[in-house]
């Protein structure tokens, strides 16, 4: 989804079900017994080529060089949109006065 809509995101993903995904094994043993952490920045998106199958998804990422790394959709454990724009507060109402509306 934070592809489509072109935000950066962040992702942890379980470095025990990485085995043979294509993420450096030293960054696989870095990260033992805690989530695999991603940035995904939106200027990068289509770098990171993202490629979807039933079991995950594989992303072109880069750590000491460029990997393609295929991450199952089990591995992922949270994920984090950022939006690219600052939330503003609900603008208030006017009063209107009255006025009549058509309608069929």
């Not at 990997?67 to 109402?93: I, K, N, T």
């Amino acid at each position: 989804m934070a592809f489509a809509l072109g935000c950066d995101f962040h992702f942890s993903a379980d470095p025990a079900e990485l085995e043979g995904s294509g993420v450096p094994q030293a960054v696989i043993e870095r990260f033992a017994g805690r989530g695999l952490p991603i940035e995904m920045n939106a200027q990068y998106h289509d770098k990171n080529n993202p490629r979807y199958d039933e079991g995950g998804i594989t992303l072109t990422l880069s750590f000491d060089a460029l990997y393609d790394c295929r991450f199952p959709w089990s591995s992922v454990r949270h994920v984090l949109f950022l939006p690219l724009y600052e939330p503003r507060a609900p603008e208030e109402e006017k009063p209107s006065r009255p006025h009549l509306r058509l309608v069929d």
